[in-house]
């Protein structure tokens, strides 16, 4: 009798909070992400808190916004861009394996864009560089990011959870679990490539080179490096 009560009561907990949670799903493009019920979506994510700090300006890319709603004295906020512009090498991908190259390409190049990098993993599981850092903005102050990019065969999708520094506890495991929850349609999954069809590629991204002066950078991790440089090298308002 008591094992049948406990029972219950376990699936009445899950089903509760199965209800609590809300998954926003953008079929259009391919990616879902789930939320507890305190999330909502916001119109236009270039006008939410952090957006001209976090968001990248260029008018290609799409981007999504999702705030918490529940009653607090902070902004906290997840962002989600779509970019198919740049498909990351498969000679980059297997460097983001290697955890000392990886982080030390990563505090350089994300200190020049002005972000102090934390720590970050990669799973390759799931093609997802993760990353903890922190930025100060004008007129907003510290904040600390966790950030993921999901790596697809035609581009990325970057997750930046972003919240001030000093409640950055209060939503942390949140943040957390909205990484883990994200969701790439499987028909974009990452595909080597021939490596005559790499070489090409290679060829190409002079070409960002070109576009993204980005100095001496190891490894040679051009077409990474110029991800990094679309994503945060940004003029914000207050700064000019």
């Known amino acids: 009798m008591m094992r049948s009560i406990a029972l219950v009561l376990v699936l009445a907990a899950t089903m509760c909070k199965a209800a609590e949670e809300r998954r926003f799903e953008r079929t259009n493009e391919h990616f879902a992400i789930t939320l507890t019920s305190d999330w909502n979506q916001l119109e236009d994510a270039k006008k939410a808190p952090y957006g001209k700090h976090v968001l990248t300006s260029d008018a290609d890319l799409t981007a999504r916004a999702y705030q918490l709603a529940s009653e607090t004295n902070f902004a906290a906020l997840i962002f989600v861009e779509v970019d198919e512009a740049y498909r990351i090498p498969e000679r980059e991908v297997a460097m983001l394996r290697f955890d000392k190259l990886r ?107 070109v576009r993204y002066p980005i100095g001496v950078l190891c490894g040679g991790t051009l077409a990474l490096a110029a991800l990094i440089a679309r994503r945060y090298s940004r003029v914000n308002s207050d700064e000019v």
């Not at 599981?125 to 007129?139: G, I, Q, V």
């Not at 990484?179 to 999954?189: C, E, I, K, Q």
Request: charged share 25%.
């Open 103 to 209: 982080q030390t390409f990563l505090t350089h190049r994300l200190e020049i864009e002005g972000l102090r990098l934390m720590d970050s993993t990669f799973y390759t599981n799931r093609n997802e560089l993760r990353m903890s850092a922190t930025a100060d903005y004008p007129k907003v102050g510290k904040t600390r990011q966790l950030i993921g990019w999901f790596i697809t065969d035609k581009g990325s999708y970057s997750v930046t959870c972003v919240a001030p520094a000093e409640h950055y506890k209060a939503v942390g495991e949140a943040f957390t679990k909205a990484l883990d929850s994200f969701y790439v349609d499987p028909s974009l999954a990452y595909r080597p490539r021939p490596q005559a069809e790499q070489d090409v590629n290679a060829s190409e991204r002079k070409v960002v080179k």
